[in-house]
Antibody, heavy 117, light 108 residues
Framework: QVQLQESGPGLVKPSGTLSLTCGVS?????????WSWVRQSPGKGLEWIGE???????TYNPSLKSRVTISIDKSQNQFSLKVNSVTAADTAMYYC??????????WGQGTMVTVSS | EIVLTQSPGTLSLSPGERATVSCRAS???????LAWYQQKTGQAPRLLIH???RRATGIPDRFSGSGSGTDFTLTISRLESEDFAVYYC?????????FGQGTKVDFK
């Protein structure tokens, strides 16, 4: 079955860059789906960050667009998230997800990222 | 962006009872592009319903979704112990995709 797994540092310094990767197993990242990032913090609930298509086309939440980059690595069957200039407000659980017919069909288990010095 | 408002915030019920969760959108959701998710403590959300009323793969038929335009409902016909969780609606009709604030279904 399809599984997604997030990985990356759990602690990032303020003004630094948050970098996460989502490994996909049981499916090809070139299968024609969109692949998404969603975060969840106590203060803001669930927030869609952005997503990428297998051909590299991206779409971002305007609230984060200036600081976010999502990329895809078809050779590794994974996609990645970078958030620049992080602050405490970026502290959250970060999830990657497979999009199917628009909805977030499969989710990774999530990874907690704390922004702190 | 489309704001989704869920009600009630908390629903206190007993096993076997019916649960009804409402999700109201600030503007019409294009093509009924509305999903429902269940989240248990320490777990990722799980897709229950998409397209407002279509159950995702493997979801029991006690879960149903209805509604159109700006008003949507998730119904759990008879609560089982594993259904006590937080439920979120989400629209994917107009970017940015947005979520409701969640409704907690807990034990009375």
């Amino acid at each position: 079955q399809v599984q997604l797994q997030e990985s990356g540092p759990g602690l990032v310094k303020p003004s630094g860059t948050l970098s996460l990767t989502c490994g996909v197993s049981g499916d090809s990242i070139s299968s024609g789906n969109w692949w998404s990032w969603v975060r969840q913090s106590p203060g803001k609930g669930l927030e869609w960050i952005g997503e990428i298509f297998y051909d590299g086309t991206t779409t971002y939440n305007p609230s984060l667009k200036s600081r976010v980059t999502i990329s895809i690595d078809k050779s590794q069957n994974q996609f990645s998230l970078k958030v620049n200039s992080v602050t405490a407000a970026d502290t959250a659980m970060y999830y990657c997800a497979k999009v199917n017919q628009g909805a977030f069909e499969i989710w990774g288990q999530g990874t907690m990222v704390t922004v702190s010095s | 962006e489309i704001v989704l408002t869920q009600s009630p915030g908390t629903l206190s019920l007993s096993p076997g009872e019916r649960a009804t969760v409402s999700c109201r959108a600030s503007q019409s959701v294009y093509s009924n592009s509305l999903a429902w998710y269940q989240q248990k403590t320490g777990q990722a959300p799980r897709l229950l319903i998409h397209g407002a009323s279509r159950r995702a793969t493997g979801i029991p038929d006690r879960f149903s979704g209805s509604g159109s335009g700006t008003d949507f409902t998730l119904t759990i016909s008879r609560l089982e112990s594993e259904d006590f969780a937080v439920y979120y609606c989400q629209q994917y009709g107009r970017s940015p995709w947005t979520f409701g604030q969640g409704t907690k279904v807990d034990f009375k």
